[in-house]
């Protein structure tokens, strides 16, 4: 069992940064893949970037490559999702998901999720 709690979501304008944490409960989270998916009003959660267990291997969708940054630190149970350069259309909550074996880019892989954070931007 893995519980995960996102925070750092917030205001911000266009062309600014955010940082998202994902904070995991459990001794075996260093054996989880983790993704970050976001959900806009009336649209469905799409997937945002994905870490491999070790922090050596990332993916990010086509609409935030360049522009955000997942990482990992395993001594702290938490994944980051450094959002840089943000745009009106990155609004959404934000979610953070976990998953044994292999990475993935479909939600429905994932057996763990977190509450979600409001990114607002403002234009």
């Known amino acids: 069992q893995v519980q995960l709690v996102e925070s750092g979501g917030g205001l911000v304008q266009a062309g600014g940064s955010l940082r998202l944490s994902c904070a995991a409960s459990?001794?075996?989270?260093?054996?989880?893949?983790m993704g970050w998916f976001r959900q806009a009003p009336g649209k469905e959660r799409e997937f945002v970037a994905h870490i491999n267990w070790s922090g050596t291997s990332t993916y990010y969708a086509d609409s935030v490559k360049g522009r955000f940054t997942i990482s990992r630190d395993n001594a702290k149970n938490t994944v980051y999702l450094q959002m840089n350069s943000l745009k009106p259309e990155d609004m959404a909550v934000y979610y953070c998901a976990a998953k044994l074996g292999s990475a993935s880019s479909f939600a429905r892989h994932y057996l763990y999720w977190g509450q979600g954070t409001q990114v607002t931007v403002s234009s």
């Open positions: 459990g001794r075996t989270f260093s054996s989880y893949t």
